[in-house]
């Protein structure tokens, strides 16, 4: 059993916790909900010993322990995959999964690779992802690869407590399904595992408990059964949100986006799909199936080698981001921290990197107009805390979320949005937000491309669905045919009627 007592914790004399307790146990999934901001990733550092509360006591079986630091908290059977990712890209996947525990051979010090990688493999088979290669480099994989090797690193030691911080913001459903699979095995053999997500769907499917966090203060605690969606909704926000996806009446106009026979092997091969002024078109599919290589080809970030890429019917050469930004594409991409922020620098600072020409008076940066309409678009976003001034760091995922989204609608002659994963470890009420601004977008005559793990997302807001499987367009659906078993058989490779040349 684990019991969390009356936990407190302050930044800067700002209540992250007040009072928080918990208790967990065997053979139970407790699942940690609640807004951006309200406590959850502290409480989880608290216990993973990456910072120390200022009160309260962990019991574990009934011992008070003092989480002194992470290495105390594994040697404790506590284990924590956390939503970024802690990978060493230029490693192997086998080298990253044992890091720190890596076997030797006599002498000591020599590394036993071939245990390494075999240790690695079984790891992943018993995961369900034996299709994931062990003596690959860990950059050479996309996001949601990634994510599975950095949960995969966590089951390796057979945790006592496992903490899942957003374990699913970038996988599918089929991966979401192989997760909650293994993570009932985990259960049922004795490990306490504690999950923490927005999406209320996987909580009901996934947890037999739920805590709701708000401000700090723990405001609902019961048994999954007991619950129903709307109730946990209203204790994290403090009302109903009963339309999560906005009223819409496409209205279609020219073609923006054109894209023939698109190749960058082995990424994708051949694809070919179109994108229309006010129109939104979903893409879809599961792990390696190309649909950010795709995407990063389109922006110029990693040019295709074939293929032809027309913005208003006019075929345009994109070598590099500068060049897609030029023709008016921006690409909101699935790894915000890494490709989409600078950390360290300003709010005000990231919301105008990508609309510098504004600012500039006689080759000299106009600070105080750069501010005044950065601060005016950030609040017209509800981007909290208003105007800050501290680097972009210190916001919780989904502020920093619309910060980057900002950025972009501050470009004067952008015509085409590639969103990629937009969604991506936000609460409900800021998925609301940015759903609200993706119909606007629609409304206003922009062309939209959303690639989305999450099928709801996908069904609620789109026009059209594009389907990939293996690098290439698998399906293609009108509004009319969307259904959620129609989409898997299609990227699973279970249906294949009717499939685009």
């Keep these: 059993m684990l019991?969390?007592?009356?936990?407190?914790?302050?930044?800067?004399?700002?209540?992250?916790?007040?009072?928080?307790?918990?208790?967990?146990?065997?053979?139970?999934?407790?699942?940690?909900?609640?807004?951006?901001?309200?406590?959850?990733?502290?409480?989880?550092?608290?216990?993973?010993?990456?910072?120390?509360?200022?009160?309260?006591?962990?019991?574990?079986?009934?011992?008070?322990?003092?989480?002194?630091?992470?290495?105390?908290?594994?040697?404790?059977?506590?284990?924590?995959?956390?939503?970024?990712?802690?990978?060493?890209?230029?490693?192997?996947?086998?080298?990253?999964?044992?890091?720190?525990?890596?076997?030797?051979?006599?002498?000591?010090?020599?590394?036993?690779?071939?245990?390494?990688?075999?240790?690695?493999?079984?790891?992943?088979?018993?995961?369900?992802?034996?299709?994931?290669?062990?003596?690959?480099?860990?950059?050479?994989?996309?996001?949601?690869?990634?994510?599975?090797?950095?949960?995969?690193?966590?089951?390796?030691?057979?945790?006592?407590?496992?903490?899942?911080?957003?374990?699913?913001?970038?996988?599918?459903?089929?991966?979401?399904?192989?997760?909650?699979?293994?993570?009932?095995?985990?259960?049922?053999?004795?490990?306490?595992?504690?999950?923490?997500?927005?999406?209320?769907?996987?909580?009901?499917?996934?947890?037999?408990?739920?805590?709701v966090l708000k401000d700090g203060v723990?405001?609902?605690?019961?048994?999954?059964?007991?619950?129903?969606?709307?109730?946990?909704?209203?204790?994290?926000?403090?009302?109903?949100?009963?339309?999560?996806?906005?009223?819409?009446?496409?209205?279609?106009?020219?073609?923006?986006l054109e894209v023939r026979h698109l190749s960058h092997e082995p990424a994708f091969s051949d694809v070919s799909f179109e994108v229309r002024a006010g129109e939104i078109v979903g893409m879809f599919g599961l792990v390696g199936s190309g649909r950010t290589e795709i995407a990063r080809a389109i922006f110029g970030a990693e040019p295709a080698n074939d293929g032809e890429i027309l913005v208003s019917s006019r075929q345009v050469s994109i070598v590099s981001p500068g060049h897609a930004v030029a023709h008016g594409i921006a690409f909101l991409t699935e790894d915000r921290k890494r490709d989409g922020l600078a950390l360290d620098c300003t709010v005000v600072d990231n919301g105008a990197l990508a609309s510098m020409d504004m600012y500039l008076r006689h080759g000299l940066l106009d600070r105080r107009l750069q501010r005044k309409v950065v601060v005016e678009k950030l609040d017209e976003l509800n981007v909290r805390p208003r105007g800050a001034r501290g680097p972009v760091r210190q916001l919780s995922g989904g502020n920093q979320q619309k910060v980057v989204l900002g950025k972009w609608m501050l470009v004067k002659n952008t015509r085409i949005f590639i969103f990629d994963e937009p969604t991506r470890g936000v609460d409900i009420a800021t998925k609301v937000e940015i759903y609200r601004m993706l119909a606007e977008l629609a409304s206003s005559g922009q062309a939209i491309l959303l690639i989305s793990s999450e099928m709801p997302e996908l069904l609620g807001i789109c026009d059209r669905l594009l389907i990939m499987r293996k690098g290439r367009v698998a399906a293609r659906l009108e509004r009319s045919e969307f259904n959620m078993e129609t989409i898997f058989a299609y990227a699973a490779g279970i249906r294949t009627e009717g499939v685009a040349a």
């Excluded at 990456?50 to 404790?76: K, R, Y």
């Excluded at 909650?180 to 053999?189: G, P």
């Excluded at 339309?243 to 009446?249: G, H, L, T």
């Design 3 to 211: 019991e969390i007592c009356h936990i407190s914790k302050s930044f800067d004399g700002n209540a992250a916790l007040r009072d928080v307790s918990i208790t967990a146990t065997t053979g139970k999934v407790l699942a940690i909900c609640g807004e951006n901001g309200a406590g959850k990733t502290t409480l989880m550092k608290i216990l993973s010993g990456a910072i120390e509360p200022d009160e309260g006591q962990i019991l574990f079986d009934g011992v008070n322990v003092a989480v002194g630091d992470p290495q105390h908290a594994m040697n404790l059977g506590i284990h924590t995959v956390y939503q970024e990712l802690s990978l060493l890209p230029h490693l192997s996947v086998a080298e990253n999964i044992l890091l720190g525990r890596l076997p030797h051979r006599s002498p000591r010090w020599v590394v036993d690779w071939k245990s390494t990688a075999k240790r690695a493999a079984e790891t992943i088979r018993e995961f369900g992802f034996e299709e994931i290669d062990v003596s690959s480099l860990v950059s050479t994989f996309s996001v949601s690869v990634q994510q599975i090797i950095e949960i995969a690193k966590a089951l390796v030691v057979n945790p006592r407590i496992l903490i899942l911080d957003e374990p699913s913001a970038v996988l599918s459903a089929h991966e979401s399904q192989i997760l909650f699979r293994k993570i009932r095995q985990l259960s049922a053999s004795g490990t306490i595992v504690l999950y923490i997500s927005h999406r209320l769907d996987e909580i009901f499917e996934i947890s037999d408990e739920v805590l």
């Design 218 to 256: 723990s405001v609902l605690f019961a048994e999954t059964p007991k619950l129903d969606r709307d109730g946990v909704i209203k204790a994290m926000v403090g009302r109903s949100l009963d339309a999560i996806y906005p009223a819409r009446k496409p209205s279609v106009g020219d073609l923006a």
